[in-house]
């Protein structure tokens, strides 16, 4: 069975400054996309970055890049020049591209950017 | 619609009550899924949708829990005989076939359930 373990409950980071999010996970599948999402206080959950497991590059979205350890299984996201409105909840996902098309998430990390 | 939908946005229901939650999906997004969010947890699957093919129920936690999907649109989450365990907010999000590996799910902003 697949897991996904964030081991940082709660950070913080002043404004413009770069903080990165820890994810780790366990899967004996070769293929699976690997996510970041968002959720403010609104509980919508929103799509940050993805990756594939396929591709050594490392995604890049804006402000949000991903260090994508396949060997490690290790996913961290940073976020640079961080900002009031990154204050939420994050989670990171996995998703194999085997069986149904069900996420498996992390149990999150609360971060709150300061002024 | 533009967006997943979610009603009520919060429930209050006395303990041993039965709920219904129900979902509006994207229209023309073919699967449908149901998360539960507890408090310091992460995101649990209860069930999915996909088209016509029979649900995907393997996260549903007792069977005070049910779903249904009509005309492959709206779903309901019925939950029974509520505990305060139970306490949560239940999301749904919905995807075209396929594209949780390239979009991902669009989310509704959940219903928080209460459980007194």
């Known amino acids: 069975a697949q897991t996904v373990t964030q081991s940082q409950p709660e950070m913080s980071v002043q404004e413009a400054e770069t903080v990165t999010l820890s994810c780790t996970y366990d899967t004996s599948e070769s293929n699976y996309y690997l996510f970041w999402y968002k959720q403010p206080p609104s509980r919508q959950m929103i799509l940050v970055i993805r990756q594939e497991a396929y591709k050594q590059q490392n995604a890049t979205e804006n402000r949000f890049s991903v260090n994508f350890q396949k060997a490690a299984k290790s996913f961290s996201l940073k976020i640079s020049d961080s900002q009031l409105g990154d204050t939420a909840m994050y989670f990171c996902?996995?998703?194999?591209?085997?069986?149904?098309?069900?996420?498996?998430f992390g149990t999150g990390t609360r971060l709150k950017v300061l002024a | 619609g533009a967006g997943v939908s979610q009603s009520p946005s919060n429930k209050v229901t006395e303990k041993g009550k039965d709920v219904e939650l129900r979902c509006d999906p994207i229209?023309?997004?073919?699967?449908l899924y149901w998360y539960r969010q507890s408090l310091g947890q992460g995101l649990e699957f209860l069930i999915y949708f996909q088209g016509n093919s029979a649900p995907d129920k393997s996260g549903l936690p007792s069977d005070r829990f049910s779903a249904e999907r009509t005309g492959g649109s709206v779903s309901t989450l019925t939950i029974q005989r509520t505990q305060q365990e139970d306490s949560a907010v239940y999301l749904c999000?919905?995807?075209?076939?396929?594209?949780?590996?390239?979009?991902?799910?669009?989310f509704g902003s959940g219903t928080r359930l209460t459980v007194v």
């Open positions: 996902a996995f998703i194999s591209t085997s069986g149904t098309y069900k996420y498996i």
């Open positions: 229209s023309g997004h073919t699967a």
């Open positions: 999000a919905s995807s075209l076939d396929g594209a949780p590996f390239t979009y991902g799910y669009t």
